[in-house]
Nanobody, 125 residues
């Protein structure tokens, strides 16, 4: 059974850092694209970043480039999202998800079939 479990969220001050983890099981990690998404209250779920053996890494918005880094450890079946320079507008529930698609539409939630339960990130002073 394919499972994804997020961890690492919490409360952090503006300018601070967090590293989110997406621990997977039940499938071969490097066969899938793993995406990170987030959803703030009252807003739609949006793509943050994804990592794929075919497409490499992509950051879905310019505001994330240079602040966020996605990487994976196949030996630990885990994908990480390192977030630096956090801003209040980064506050959201962060989800990871898996898709067999490796090209096109990878920042779109509909592309992904399997989701974790989410982890809350709050950026506030």
């Amino acid at each position: 059974q394919l499972q994804l479990v997020e961890s690492g969220g919490g409360l952090v001050q503006p300018g601070g850092s967090l590293r989110l983890s997406c621990t997977t099981s039940g499938f071969t990690l490097d066969r899938y694209t793993i995406g990170w998404f987030r959803q703030a209250p009252g807003k739609e779920r949006e793509g943050v970043s994804f990592i794929s053996s075919t497409s490499g890494t992509t950051y879905c918005k310019d505001s994330m480039k240079g602040r966020f880094t996605i990487f994976r450890d196949n030996a630990k079946n885990t994908v990480y999202l390192q977030m630096n320079g956090l801003r209040p507008e980064d506050t959201a529930v962060y989800y990871c998800a898996a898709s067999l698609r490796t090209r096109l539409g990878l920042c779109v939630p509909m592309t992904y079939d399997n989701w974790g339960q989410g982890t809350q990130v709050t950026v506030s002073s």
